[in-house]
Structure formats: C-alpha cells, structure tokens
T-cell receptor, first 116, second 113 residues
Framework: DQQVKQNSPSLSVQEGRISILNCDYTNSMFDYFLWYKKYPAEGPTFLISISSIKDKNEDGRFTVFLNKSAKHLSLHIVPSQPGDSAVYFC???????????????FGRGTQLTVWP | EAQVTQNPRYLITVTGKKLTVTCSQNMNHEYMSWYRQDPGLGLRQIYYSMNVEVTDKGDVPEGYKVSRKEKRNFPLILESPSPNQTSLYFCASNLGTGASEAFFGQGTRLTVV
C-alpha cells in the first residue's frame, strides 16, 4: 500500500518558468517530509525538507509547501533551469513510530524535464 | 567527507550464484537500509537496520538477506539470485530519528542472467 504518492510520472517545463511537483500522503502520523533529486547513474540526494509544524520552507530557488489538512505537499522550483532535469522523489517519516523510527517512505518519483 | 559507499557499482551474474553487495557509511548513523529502484515503482525498501544486530524486513525482502555486525557496514546478500532481482540497488543511512535526511550510496546496477 503506497503511503506516499506522486501521481505525475513526468513533468515538462520551459527554462525560466516555475516547476511544481506534487505529492500526497495517506498516513496522518507522518510529520516530516523531504524531497530528493536523482540524476541518472547517481544516488538520490537530499534537496529540501519541511516539518509538519510549518507550512512553507524555502531554500533558494526551491520552496516546499505543506497542506496538512489535505495531506498534500508540493515542491516549487523558480526559475527552472535545464540542470534541474532529474527524477524528484517525495518522502515522509514520523518523529516517533516505534519500530519504524527512522524509516523514510518514498513516492514513485516524477521525472522533471526542463527544456531551453 | 560524509558518504555512503557501495560496491560494486555494476555487476552481472548468473542465476543461483551467491553474491554480496557491500555498503559502508562513515557518519556513525544508527539507521541503514537497502532499496531497489525499478521503472515506475520508485524506491522500495528491502531491509533496514535500526542498530547493530537489529535488522528487519522492508516492503520487498524476499530473496535477500542482510547483516549488521558493525555500525558502519550493512551488506546485502543474495543467496540464489534470480532474473527478477535485476535492478538498481541503493544503500542509505540516516541518524535514525524521525527528522533526519537519508544519505544514499551511488547505487549498484545488478543484472542476473
């Protein structure tokens, strides 16, 4: 059962425009959310995170928004650059989940393509 | 430099021939895990370990074994590989709290023929 869902397998955006990647989760125990970026032939790398006590976290061109009532988060990239082309994974975890403490639950990823 | 090191990066093997993929981290992390990445399926957890000598199954553990004899190492063992285990494998580690990022290795591309 997929607890973290990324319903768009791909997204294509023109350079300079905004990229919006979406993620939904089903487990209300999740209270920490992360985005990872993955280039081909490399491991995923951490991009940005947000705690459930916030609704927005910003780091340069990247902003993550969290809507707890809708169990939805999104990653905004402004402006998008060709180097942003990669697979983006959404992940979630819980501060206190006993035997699964520390585990990250991943979505299936969204392939972002930024074209010139 | 903080890192997770996996070896080998690429491996082609035959059905039934036992193999081990090694994973080592230098960050003194409690939590380590193995994932496989397949097209359209994202990252699926195979096994995880919350500390030395503490391991447990993830979502797709069938056909795999792990061990955690030391904190830094978490090898993945395929006792009798089969073609459906052809995949891209990633080892990851994190602090083991509920609010810590995971660091990933570079990946191991395994082909079982």
């Amino acid at each position: 059962d997929q607890q973290v869902k990324q319903n768009s397998p791909s997204l294509s955006v023109q350079e300079g425009r905004i990229s919006i990647l979406n993620c939904d989760y089903t487990n209300s125990m999740f209270d920490y959310f992360l985005w990872y970026k993955k280039y081909p032939a490399e491991g995923p790398t951490f991009l940005i995170s947000i705690s459930s006590i916030k609704d927005k976290n910003e780091d340069g061109r990247f902003t993550v928004f969290l809507n707890k009532s809708a169990k939805h988060l999104s990653l905004h990239i402004v402006p998008s650059q060709p180097g942003d082309s990669a697979v983006y994974f959404c992940a979630a975890s819980a501060y206190d989940r006993g035997s699964t403490l520390g585990r990250l639950y991943f979505g299936r990823g969204t392939q972002l393509t930024v074209w010139p | 430099e903080a890192q997770v090191t996996q070896n080998p990066r690429y491996l082609i093997t035959v059905t039934g021939k036992k193999l081990t993929v090694t994973c080592s981290q230098n960050m003194n992390h409690e939590y380590m895990s193995w994932y496989r990445q397949d097209p359209g399926l994202g990252l699926r957890q195979i096994y995880y370990s919350m500390n030395v000598e503490v391991t447990d199954k993830g979502d797709v553990p069938e056909g795999y074994k792990v061990s955690r004899k030391e904190k830094r190492n978490f090898p993945l063992i395929l006792e009798s590989p089969s073609p459906n285990q052809t995949s891209l494998y990633f080892c990851a580690s994190n602090l083991g709290t509920g609010a810590s990022e995971a660091f990933f290795g570079q990946g191991t591309r395994l082909t079982v023929v």
